[in-house]
């Protein structure tokens, strides 16, 4: 029997995310701070993202490989809590997990200090910092490092700064005990890092991005619940989904509201639109292109998708006047 399909609408700022907001996990590994996990989830609610939650301590345990299986993100937040983390019981779940193509972010101030409470700490690809994470080393900590200072502030990355806003601050004068790393050889970017000029850890690593051998895995090493404004929370929250998204290769979308997609039985839709189609492409999340189809310049065009496993895409349309317009599909 075919599988039932289901359109999306699809927000300009988080093309990736919006087709996947049912597959989200968050798994709250947070028991110490309870505050910052609301606060968290709410920045992701202000970006239109609802996720399914895991509470680590309520349910005493952490969710199976089989069950992060079944989610197109999944989101490991451990705020400021540095005791008895379930995160480092999971580590070959987690592991198994990036290795099976499945986005992780790491969130937590204290989630290495939780495991390697000795710092600096050199990692070796036997660990899933270095494996995983794309830390090479856990130099430093704000505040322990830094003459009792704390971070005043967190800049993008030199690689990013066209994608993540600069200057971010916190509730607090300063943050303690956000971590500075090395990122790992390989392809691990900086997204964020320690500032402004001047300050004594300044430049050290604080957020770093691995897509290497098939992983895409995000670890953020200072709480975002803590960032000085919701509006700003919620910025940073919609920044790094997008940014996740950004290996779709799908770029300057938008929504049409003249667009329609819509059920043309078992295993097809037919994409309906006010303009001539010159294209349609069917993308899978990960930035596989897997279908091309021609619009013969009709406003109504046949998609078949025979063959294609259950799960979340995207489907995109390049109309005969240049336009790009996207829907997220779930098969």
Known sequence: ??????????????????????????????????????????????????????????????PSYSEMLTYDLVIWYCSGDGVELGLWNAATDLQDLAQAGIPIWFIGTDMLYAYYPTVPTTFTVADLPYTVMGVESYDLQSYGDDGGEGCPLIDAGPGVTANFSSGLTWVFPTLWWVDGVTPAPGNVEVIYQMGPEGYALAGSPCMVRKLDEGMDVTSTFFDPALIGTSEHRARFVQE???????????????????????????????????ATVSEVEVWSTSGSLLRTMSGGGR???????TGVAAGSYLLAVRTAQGQRMVRGIVR
């Open 1 to 62: 029997m075919g599988h039932m399909l289901r359109t999306l609408l699809v927000v300009p700022a988080l093309v990736l995310l919006t087709a996947l907001q049912a597959q989200v996990l968050f798994v709250d590994d947070n028991d110490n701070i309870l505050e910052n996990s609301t606060t968290m989830l709410a920045a992701l609610d202000a970006v239109g993202v609802q996720p399914v939650v895991h509470d680590v301590a309520a349910l005493g345990a952490t």
């Open 240 to 274: 790094t989904l997008t940014h996740l998204g950004s290996i779709t290769a799908i770029d300057d979308v938008f929504v049409d509201q003249g667009m329609r997609v819509l059920p043309d039985g078992a295993d097809a839709l037919l994409v309906i639109t006010d």
């Open 299 to 305: 406003t109504s065009v046949h998609v078949e998708l």
